[in-house]
Structures are given as C-alpha cells and as structure tokens.
C-alpha cells in the first residue's frame, strides 16, 4: 500500500483542484494523500470534503530562510484554523502580494509587459508566486516554457529576482511543533549540501528545534539515495518521509504518487510519522 505525503492543488502551483487531486489519488490506488500547498491551508476543506475511502493530511510546505541552497519544510497534520503557525500564513500571504508587484514591474522594465491583475487570473485563489508569474510568461511567448522563465528571469540571482521575508528554520520548525504539527525537512538535495560534515551540523541543528522528519523517498531520487537518506534519517533520530510533489501541468513529467515511474511511498512511514502527532 502507497501513500504521497508532499503534493499542490490550484491553491498554490499546482494545476489540479483539489477535489482532483484526491480523485487522482485514489485512482492511482493511493491510501492517503498530503495536501501541502506553499503557505497556504485554503484547499484542504475542499480535499477533505472530496476523500471518499482517502486519508487527506492537511499540510503546508514553508520555504526557510537560508543564506545559500533551498530549504523547504513539509509541515503535516496542520488543520486549518487559528493557531500559531495558521496566523503567519496569513502573513506571508499578504508579503507574496507586495513581492509579486514587484517581480512584474522588474519584468515590465525588462521588456517584457505584464500585470499583476494577469498573474492573479492565472493563479486563482491560494498563494500566488512565481510559478504563475511564469505560466503568464509562456502564454505571452516571452518563453518557451516554464523551467526557461525560472533560469532566465525568476530564479534566484536571475534579472528579476526578488527576495522575500521568510521564516527561519527556527521559527518554522517551532510555529509547526508548537500547532500540534510533523515537521519534515522537505527534498534535501536542495540544500546544496555534499559535505557528510556540513549535513550532520545541519540535521543537528534543525533536530534542536523540533525537526521530526526527512524526506527520502522523492520523485527525482534514485534508489541509492532513497537508501541513504533514509539511512541518514536513522542515524539522526528523524523519520524518513517521501512524496512526489506533484504540481501537474506546473512540473512536467511528475505522477502523483509514483513521480517519474519509480516511486513508492510506503504506508508504514505514515504510521510512523502519525505516531509523533502531538
Ligand atoms: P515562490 O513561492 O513564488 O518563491 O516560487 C517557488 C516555487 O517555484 C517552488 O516551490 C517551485 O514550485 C517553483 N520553482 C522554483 N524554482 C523552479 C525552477 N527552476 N523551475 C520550475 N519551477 C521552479
Ligand atoms: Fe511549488
Ligand atoms: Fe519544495
Ligand atoms: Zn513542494
């Protein structure tokens, strides 16, 4: 039995809905699925009213404040509502917004024209951000596709880079632990980390404020590094975790639950995983 723990609707950059999303769940034979839209609750009520024979996890996935490299952190069993990690996703909504405007004016300077009024009519409702910045670009043919708007314009030290205000991983690992939540350190190659060194000061650290899990088992990964992430998280008390991190049409070439074809999540990681739920 497979589960996907890491996965985005309409909410946030993912093309499905997520009523679709857990219908493509469980036709895939899925026994649960992880809503984790980028700082944003808003579609769980809708995935949650949809389960037929699923488990929904609600969930969120924060990016974190970190001088070089990604670092991305699964947040699972977040329930929407009031709560202390619930009240700063509103404001990192409302910072998205300001960032947004930003990016199209630099990107209108740049010669190639575009509203925030189209990037608000591509995203729809949920968080708004450079996924659909990009999308627009495409439609325009600014560029080809996706991934060239990313290496050309929008990713990190490219033209139209713009920074914004992020939690740290202090923050984001405390506010999930202190709201009843499973923090998972989210696809690690994306750390940028190769040193064993580097890896084991970090995983410490990021144990220190609460960190409960690692996810190993990750569409791009092939299966010596499944192995040895999840080898690693042994050998740093964490829990291994994996999911697809299905986007649709915003990701190429990803299934939700077996990625790129390879990929099973084992339902024994969820039961683990569920133990630790405060
Ligand atoms: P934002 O939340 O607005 O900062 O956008 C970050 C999101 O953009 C990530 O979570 C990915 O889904 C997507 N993304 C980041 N880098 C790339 C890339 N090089 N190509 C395609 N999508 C990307
Ligand atoms: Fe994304
Ligand atoms: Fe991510
Ligand atoms: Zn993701």
Do not use: C
Request: aromatic share 6%; glycine share 12%; charged share 25%.
């Amino acid at each position: 039995m497979a589960v996907d723990l890491h996965s985005h609707s309409t909410y946030s950059d993912g093309s499905d809905t997520p009523a679709e999303l857990v219908s493509r769940a469980r036709e895939r034979g899925l026994t649960a699925v992880a809503l984790t839209d980028h700082d944003t609750l808003e579609g769980v009520e809708e995935a949650t009213a949809a389960a037929d024979g699923i488990e929904v996890i609600p969930g969120t996935e924060l990016s974190l404040q970190r001088l070089e490299g990604g670092m991305h952190l699964v947040v699972l069993w977040l329930s929407p509502g009031r709560g202390p990690l619930q009240d700063r996703l509103a404001e990192l909504q409302y910072a998205r917004g300001s960032r947004n405007q930003l990016i199209v004016d630099e990107l209108t300077r740049l010669g190639m024209p575009i509203t925030l009024d189209e990037i608000l009519v591509e995203a729809g409702d949920g968080s708004v951000g450079r996924p659909h910045i990009a999308a627009v670009m495409v439609r325009k043919g600014y560029v080809p596709d996706i991934k060239t708007a990313f290496d050309l314009w929008l990713a990190n030290g490219a033209p139209a880079y713009v920074k914004r205000r992020l939690l740290t991983p202090e923050e984001g690992i405390g506010l999930a632990i202190e709201s009843g939540a499973v923090p998972v350190l989210a696809h690690p190659h994306t750390l940028g980390i190769n040193r064993a060194v580097e890896m084991a000061d970090i995983l410490d650290e990021l144990k220190s404020y609460g960190l409960i899990g690692l996810e190993a088992h990750y569409s791009t990964y092939h299966q010596h590094e499944r192995d040895g992430y999840a080898d690693l998280a042994r050998r740093f008390g964490l829990l291994a975790s994996g999911g697809s991190d299905y986007h649709g049409t915003y990701k190429q070439g990803i299934e939700l639950g077996s990625g790129h074809g390879d990929l099973a999540v084992p339902e024994s990681l969820l039961e683990a995983l569920r133990e630790r739920r405060q």
